[in-house]
């Protein structure tokens, strides 16, 4: 069974070819990492949600960098793709109601730990304020931050209140 050799293929004429800008190995190498922030993002999303009780000192360096600065930056200073890939990470923190209790016991209720609950909706807040940069879709997103952990607060509520009703007392 062959492997599908045969010819040298792929060089063919590109002796004469001039590199534009899109092409030159910068461009490329632009191109290629762009979506490197977002795949971090993606994974620290995933520590958090599955392991930070073991990564409490690395979750509070690496939280404002990847989900709290993009949002706090002045207006016009980030662009939107970078904001928006923040409020995913935000949005899906916050729809985890496990998730938005840790963060508030470990770091905003520790008093050697940095607010990053407090920062968050802040952040949040700032972004969906009328006339901060043009963007209606990073304002959009914060929204649906804040629904999602307002959703997840209900729920963390209903489930304390489930196990309150169930032990009787007076």
């Known amino acids: 069974g062959g492997g599908g050799g045969g010819g040298a293929g792929g060089g063919t004429g ?8 899109a092409t030159t190995p910068a461009a490329a190498t632009t191109k290629a990492a762009a979506p490197l922030p977002s795949l971090a993002r993606g994974a620290f999303g995933v520590l958090v949600l599955r392991a930070r009780a073991h990564w409490k000192p ?3 360096a690496l939280f404002p960098p990847l989900a709290l600065e993009p949002l706090e930056a002045a207006a016009g200073s980030i662009d939107a793709g ?8 935000v949005r899906k923190l916050a729809a985890n ?8 016991v470990n770091y905003d209720c520790d008093e050697s730990a940095s607010n990053l609950y407090e920062r968050t909706v802040g952040a949040l807040g ?6 901060r940069g043009d963007n209606a ?15 997840s607060l209900r729920a ?10 169930g032990g009787g007392g007076g």
């Open 82 to 89: 970078t904001q928006i890939v923040a409020l995913r990470l």
């Open 126 to 131: 700032g972004v969906m304020r009328p006339g």
């Open 156 to 165: 963390w509520h209903a489930k304390g209140e489930g196990d309150v009703a």
């Open 97 to 104: 109601p496990q998730v938005l209790v840790d963060v508030f």
């Open 137 to 151: 879709q990073v304002r959009n997103g914060a929204v649906q931050c804040v629904l999602a952990a307002v959703q």
């Open 14 to 21: 590109t002796g004469t070819k001039k590199r534009t800008k």
């Open 58 to 60: 690395e979750i509070a």
